[in-house]
């Protein structure tokens, strides 16, 4: 069971970027998606998340700019980032809470926002 992510990538300030994280294996329930970020000398922090139901969670500072969403047929997760900043540089960290498996971490996605 693993999570295999794709997006990221160098982008200038006020661009977008799209992550998708596919859950591969036999899981055959997942409660929460979502992703969190670590930019260098910080603490990994929740950007959104996304329950089965798809309600949603977003840290404060990426409301309004950045949209999570699932499909729960290919245990698939996105995030949709607009309106970057050069704060939003980080790695990007795919999750998944699964019953039979606890927490799940994909590899991390490198981000840069920069001019």
């Known amino acids: 069971v693993q999570l295999v992510e794709s997006g990221g990538g160098l982008v200038q300030p006020g661009g977008s970027l799209r992550f998708s994280c596919a859950a591969s294996?036999?899981?055959?329930?997942?409660?929460?998606m979502g992703w969190y970020r670590q930019a260098p000398g910080k603490q990994r922090d929740l950007v959104a998340a996304?329950?089965?139901?798809?309600?949603?969670n977003y840290a404060d500072s990426v409301k309004g700019r950045f949209t999570i969403s699932r499909d729960n047929a290919k245990n698939t997760v996105y995030l949709q980032m607009n309106s970057l900043k050069p704060e939003d540089t980080a790695v990007y960290y795919c999750?998944?809470?699964?019953?039979?498996?606890?927490?799940?971490w994909g590899k991390g996605t490198q981000v840069t926002v920069s001019s």
């Open positions: 996304i329950a089965s139901s798809a309600s949603t």
């Open positions: 999750y998944a809470d699964a019953p039979a498996y606890g927490r799940i």
């Open positions: 294996g036999s899981i055959f329930s997942i409660n929460v």
